[in-house]
């Protein structure tokens, strides 16, 4: 069988217009891209899907994992019909894979469910969550002999003001070589706004397809190679509207 590139996250990773997967392809020779980002996904969603394809696809390549916000959390229900909850949540989706739905909650801490807010929500928690989804998935990945990189999109994402040894420990048994940083420890959010600000949409947070495009040539691959002239017009151009996209 064909080998596979497969790539996960949240909708840094898959969006409404081209992101990072898209690109990997463009500097590996070509090899397919499956992207299974989904928005608003935080890190135990994107650890279990990240394991989940280990183990659905025997041809993987190379995997390629963006770990999201520390403070999203997920709610899980069985009821493939239920249209909402109790609070603010972002939205769901029926997982076909596990036989149930997740719902996201808000991004914003305004935005979680009020008793979650008042009981649950702490920064100490969520950093050592992070931290346990981080090594729990380079672990299985390590044991099943799948070559991985792993990113960030924000620099939010890893606290490194310590809560305890317990979590500055378990920080230390990540193998951080794994990684791309962007100036440090930041992410591709950092390097959209440093280098291509100009080209954001109206409106919009997430970064335009030519800060993707750059990521992947600049930070992944760290490649010469230019894409054809053409191409790289349309990925300027798609943020200010010159072919009908934005």
Known sequence: MPKLTVAHGCSFTR????????FIPWFNGGLQMVNKGRSASGNETISRAVINSAMKHKEIEHMYIMWSGADRYEVITLDEGVDHLDGRITYRVWDDDFKWSTWFGGHRLEEKHEYFRKHFWNEQQQSYRTLEHILRTQQFLDSKKIPYTMMVFNKDVINYNFHSNSERALHDHIDWNKFIFYDGKKG???????????????????PPPIAHYHWVKDMVFKSDILCP?????KLKNYSIGKDGRS
């Open 229 to 233: 002239e053409n191409e790289y017009n």
């Open 15 to 22: 969006y409404k217009w081209d992101c990072w997967p898209k």
């Open 188 to 206: 591709l959010w950092e390097f959209a706004e440093d280098n291509y600000k100009e080209y954001y949409i109206p409106g919009e947070s997430h």
